[in-house]
């Protein structure tokens, strides 16, 4: 908040005092210091061992540990259920947001057993919450004895010194690997509050947090659904993306924007905050949830707590302490709304059916899918690549689209344009074959998006969609061939039923084949998915 008054504060020097001795002063002694979030953390974990699992994701700098917890029944083991993630203090200063996180934890925990719809909610969901990513910064905001408002030090980045300077601490939310300092969203200068850091994920930090998100990819699948990292101030709810002011940029859906823009709406709904896109706040560039939605497709959001904006930076992160328990005890409804609604974002604009079911693969990110799985592909030219579609015609017949049905990326016979070693047309055959799907025992349909263009071609050209059970069986259930007339592109929804496999773990094996006199075949595939049934 108020970036401009805040880097004045950061330039003043502030002599500080051994950490040991870390803690809030008498008047706000009910904010959690560091050592006292790690022991409550721990005692909720001793009092509620079968819900609760307290781990830590790695190291800060100064070798402190960044403690999460886990909550769900059968804690110990990992079920298939959707997961949902929190965390707080990116920023040093902003205490609150641990006593957010603390909230919230005890409301999962201590109404578990009493509170149906929080019983349901841990019985359903795997939910993870991480206290504190910077436990350093958090530690040394305490310590500051010349400062005017002792013994807080308005410390914002972590504690990591920076070659060829005293100037110490990186801004942990601007140091991720997506749009790193893309766009004046950060500052090159280590003195800055907003110092992006040398290189992208230099922070010890930042590489803990990125390496437990991308463990929960399992499968192929990203297991997180939903996140909100904790802020203060000013009591908004953002979603990505932060690094553009556009809305809708290539790398993000339409629906999944719709998703952002409705979701955030309804959360803001039930505590009042105000919600927008990150970017109309202020361009950050390497941020968190930029991160989250452009790397892993996580619904992500910014949750910026109380108070409101004051114009000073102690007005601004340092509320007094008998508001902790209003402010966070404020967004109870917000939170289990985000819990309930977090399991399948798509049901906020009616998706659920399509995009929640045991698969759903838009093909924005890898998500698995092996080329030539078999190691006996012929294709010399054209094999299937999961890429940015480039447009080309033959006569004035489209044969391949500019664009697949969604986003930016599918699955595409020859890619790029112009490679030789990959050129357009496909000659021979190629193949794909996705993750393991485990399908339940009455399952949706398998759907899909296809395009299947040909001239000059003959029944030997096809593309083909086969269903592999566990013992690697293939069995054929769609397919189209060619013909002697020329087709052109054009994205069509086709649809399998399953129910044969029911219960059982499938991989989807897509093939597309010029087999017999050279034809000119371009195919393409998107939006894979195995539906929720009726
Ligand atoms: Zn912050």
């Given at each position: ?57 790695g190291k800060s700098y100064q070798?402190?540990?960044i ?23 990116h920023h040093a ?40 990513v910077n436990p350093d910064g ?18 914002r980045k972590n504690r990591q010194p920076n ?5 110490i601490g990186t801004d942990l939310n601007r140091n991720y690997d997506?749009?790193w ?5 950060s500052?090159?200068?280590p003195?800055?509050?907003?110092y992006r850091g040398p290189r992208a994920l230099s922070a010890p930090e930042v590489r803990a947090l990125r390496a ?74 390497g941020d968190q ?246």
């Open positions: 908040m108020a970036l401009a008054a805040l880097a004045a504060m950061a330039v003043l020097a502030i002599a500080a005092v051994p950490a040991a001795a870390a803690d809030f002063p008498p008047q706000d002694s009910l904010y959690h210091s560091y050592a006292e979030m790690v022991s409550e953390i721990h005692a909720v974990e001793a009092a509620h061992p079968d819900i609760v699992h307290v781990f830590s994701i070798g402190r540990d403690w999460a917890a886990k909550i769900s029944d059968k804690v110990a083991t990992d079920e298939p259920e959707p997961e949902i993630m929190f965390d707080a203090l200063r902003e205490h609150l947001t641990v006593e957010q996180a603390l909230y919230l934890f005890h409301l999962l925990v201590d109404n578990y057993g009493t509170d149906t719809q929080i019983t349901n909610l841990v019985d359903s969901r795997e939910i993870w919450i991480i206290f504190a958090f530690v040394y905001d305490l310590t500051c004895t010349n400062s005017s408002h002792p013994p807080y030090c308005a410390w070659a060829g300077t005293s100037a997506y749009s300092g893309c766009c004046g969203g500052s090159s200068n003195a800055s509050i907003t437990f998100v991308v463990s929960r990819v399992v499968g192929g699948v990203q297991q997180i659904k939903a996140h909100i990292t904790f802020h203060t101030n000013g009591q908004l709810i953002l979603w990505p993306y932060g690094h553009t002011k556009t809305d809708i940029p290539a790398d993000m859906t339409v629906w999944d924007h719709q998703v952002f823009v409705a979701f955030g709406k309804a959360m803001a709904a039930r505590n009042g905050y105000k919600p927008m896109q990150s970017s109309d706040l202020y361009i950050t560039d949830i930029d991160w989250m939605y452009g790397r892993e497709r996580i619904f992500s959001y910014t949750w910026e707590l109380y108070p409101p904006e004051t114009p000073t930076v102690w007005g601004d992160h340092y509320p007094p302490d008998e508001k902790i328990a209003p402010a966070t005890s404020h967004n109870r409804s917000a939170l289990l709304y985000f819990l309930t609604v977090g399991a399948c974002p798509y049901s906020v604009t009616g998706l659920s059916k399509l995009n929640c079911g045991p698969f759903f693969d838009d093909m924005e990110i890898s998500r698995g899918w092996k080329v030539n799985p078999d190691g006996t592909d012929t294709a010399t030219s054209g094999r299937f690549v999961r890429g940015d579609p480039a447009p080309t015609s033959v006569g004035g017949v489209r044969m391949q689209l500019d664009r697949p049905y969604s986003g930016r990326y599918g699955f595409i016979t020859g890619l790029p344009a112009g490679s030789t070693a990959n050129s357009y047309d496909l000659d021979g055959r190629t193949t794909i074959q996705s993750v393991p799907i485990a399908l339940p025992a009455s399952p949706g349909l398998l759907s899909f998006r296809y395009s299947f263009a040909h001239g000059s071609s003959s029944v030997s050209d096809s593309l083909k969609v086969f269903v592999e059970d566990e013992t690697a069986t293939r069995a054929l259930v769609w397919s189209k061939f060619g013909t002697a007339s020329t087709v052109a592109a054009s994205w069509i929804r086709a649809t399998v039923d399953v129910s044969a496999w029911s219960g059982q773990t499938i991989r989807v094996v897509v093939q597309a084949t010029d087999g017999g006199h050279d034809s000119l075949i371009e195919a393409g595939i998107d939006d894979v998915r195995v539906e929720r049934p009726t």
